[in-house]
Each structure stands twice: as structure tokens, then as C-alpha cells.
């Protein structure tokens, strides 16, 4: 399984959903507050390419988007073999 990383900050209800929905799925993920860890949004906007929202989920280096992203690659069936890729 590729390692997930997910940008949060502490109040944002769409961090917890999509933290929810990779824990159904099993996934373990490396949660990054950007407002607690230094440089951590920088680098969240860079790597998301200029997405400066939160949450931003990389699966791998695969930039997944937000909560909508994600469940919308639930829906169609592409985020269970992206998560065991």
C-alpha cells in the first residue's frame, strides 16, 4: 500500500470526513496540520499545485484533491485499487 498523506487543519469537517473514509477503507495515513507544523502549508500548496484548501490527500505521489475528490474516486471505483496500487 503506498503511503497516504492527508494536509488538515484541527476545525475542518471535510478533514474528518475524508479521514473517516480512509479509515474505512483501511488505510493508515500520515496527517499533517498545517497550522501546527511549520512550512507544512507551503509545501501542501506546492505539491498540490497551488491548492491552498484543506484538506489536499496524496495517495503515493498521486495528488488525490479534497474531500469531494476523494469520494467522488470511491464512487467510481478507483480509489480501493489506488489505495493497494
Given at each position: 500500500m503506498p503511503p497516504v498523506t492527508i494536509y488538515t487543519t484541527a476545525w475542518c469537517p471535510y478533514c474528518s470526513a475524508a479521514k473517516s473514509l480512509l479509515k474505512e477503507k483501511g488505510a493508515a495515513f500520515n496527517e499533517i496540520d498545517v497550522e501546527k507544523t511549520a512550512g507544512a502549508r507551503s509545501e501542501m500548496t506546492q505539491r498540490?499545485?497551488?491548492?491552498?484548501?484543506?484538506?489536499?490527500?496524496?495517495?503515493?505521489?498521486?495528488?488525490?484533491g479534497g474531500c469531494d475528490d476523494l469520494y467522488a474516486l470511491d464512487r467510481a471505483g478507483r480509489l480501493d485499487p489506488l489505495l493497494t496500487a
Open positions: 498540490a499545485g497551488g491548492r491552498t484548501s484543506v484538506p489536499q490527500i496524496f495517495v503515493g505521489e498521486t495528488h488525490v
